[in-house]
């Protein structure tokens, strides 16, 4: 059975020039440990391939329970020099949500 990352997460979006940062946050501590095991860099370059151009950075932040997905060329240029509708990459901590994992 598969379970999308919104029914077990909340993310959060920032940015600095082209690089994406989306961070992936349990709603509870006991789902840390599965989202380790299955949220990986590859299956988030994969998932958001269409947006990411460059690579994909996980850290790993147990203290707090949480993973940072740091994602280059991201941003179509940068906040200054883009056109797309969304420069700062905000709407795409939702487009990370949308992955499925097992449950």
Known sequence: MK???????????GDKGNTLMLSLIPYEEKDYASLVEQVSAEKVKEHLQSIVKGKVIRYELPRISSL???CEEALCGG???SLALDPHGKTLSFSLLEMEIDS
């Open 79 to 81: 906040v200054t020099t």
């Open 68 to 70: 940072l997905f740091v």
């Open 3 to 13: 379970t999308k990352l919104h029914d077990l997460a909340h993310s959060r979006a």
